[in-house]
């Protein structure tokens, strides 16, 4: 029996050798698998981390801005000679600036994508340039009205121009 029971220990010994050599096995395994887990997560983590060299927004909106300066003008050409006239310059005025400012920060941001930027600090010095030349009519066309109104009120002024009208006669 002592023989028997022998045997039956050194079997349990190699069996418990070749499931502690599993063990090591498996447990190589999984470091393993979750070292390539760690280093695809950090990869993934990586390229997500990474600006995306697709559409320069600054230069788009910059543009945007550029093109609504331009069409405020149009739009203000009807009333530059009146308080209105001045409103829409000083709303054009700030459009245009805000325009420069973001093509100047797009083109800087992103040099290889700079042709939106560039239309919008274009189409922005375009409108700031329009933008002083309304304000500046809008002033003159308000002081003038001012006058003409204050003028063609006083008894002075009408009994002069009835003057100069019968001297035409």
Do not use: H
Not at 77 to 100: E, K, N, T
């Amino acid at each position: 029996m002592d023989n028997q029971n022998l045997q039956n220990a050194e079997q349990v010994v190699e069996n418990v050798e070749e499931i502690k050599q599993a063990a090591e096995q498996a447990s190589a395994a999984a470091e393993s698998t979750v070292e390539t887990a760690a280093y695809s997560y950090t990869a993934s983590y990586d390229e997500a981390s990474e600006p995306q060299s697709g559409l320069n927004v600054l230069g788009l909106v910059a543009m945007i801005l550029g093109i609504l300066s331009l069409v405020v003008g149009i739009i203000c050409c009807c009333w530059s000679a009146s308080i209105l006239g001045l409103i829409f310059g000083i709303l054009r005025l700030v459009v245009s600036i805000v325009a420069l400012v973001l093509g100047i920060i797009g083109v800087k941001k992103m040099p290889e994508k700079k042709g939106m930027a560039i239309a919008g600090i274009i189409l922005g010095a375009i409108g700031l340039l329009a933008a002083f030349v309304t304000i500046i009519i809008a002033i003159i066309g308000l002081i003038a009205g001012t006058a003409s109104t204050l003028m063609g009120s006083s008894p002075e002024f009408m009994e002069m121009m009835e003057d100069m009208m019968d001297s035409l006669d």
